[in-house]
């Protein structure tokens, strides 16, 4: 993410509509993104994650459909079973959703 290289850049006194436009992107979405750096999505997928990994942990036979069930029941998490397959590569508990390759 280019975002806070133009903070960066802006407290060494270079203009932020420089840095932008030598970036390829608008000041719009610079000042947008300085206004909200991290998006709601992003927060609730980090602690989706966390609800998984946790889940996982427990039982490390648990799958990913397993765990979209436990979820909800034991974390109060809505999540499909897609969604929580998609965060698992990224996550600790990706093993399990994967089949080796020989």
């Known amino acids: 993410m280019m975002y806070p290289l133009v903070l960066d850049l802006a407290a060494d006194g ?9 970036l390829g992107f608008s000041k ?12 709601q999505r992003d927060w609730d ?4 994650t ?3 990994i946790d889940l996982h ?9 397993f765990i979209a069930d436990e979820l909800e029941a034991e974390a109060g998490l809505k999540a ?3 969604r929580v397959w998609r965060s698992a590569p990224s ?6 959703t994967r089949r080796s390759e020989a």
């Open 14 to 22: 270079v203009p932020v509509a420089v840095t932008c436009r030598v």
């Open 28 to 39: 719009q979405a610079f000042f947008k993104w300085r206004a909200d750096p991290v998006s």
């Open 45 to 48: 997928n980090a602690h989706l």
């Open 50 to 52: 966390n609800a998984a």
């Open 57 to 65: 942990r427990d039982d490390p036979g648990f799958g990913y459909r």
């Open 80 to 82: 499909s079973e897609r």
């Open 91 to 96: 996550s600790a508990c990706g093993h399990c």
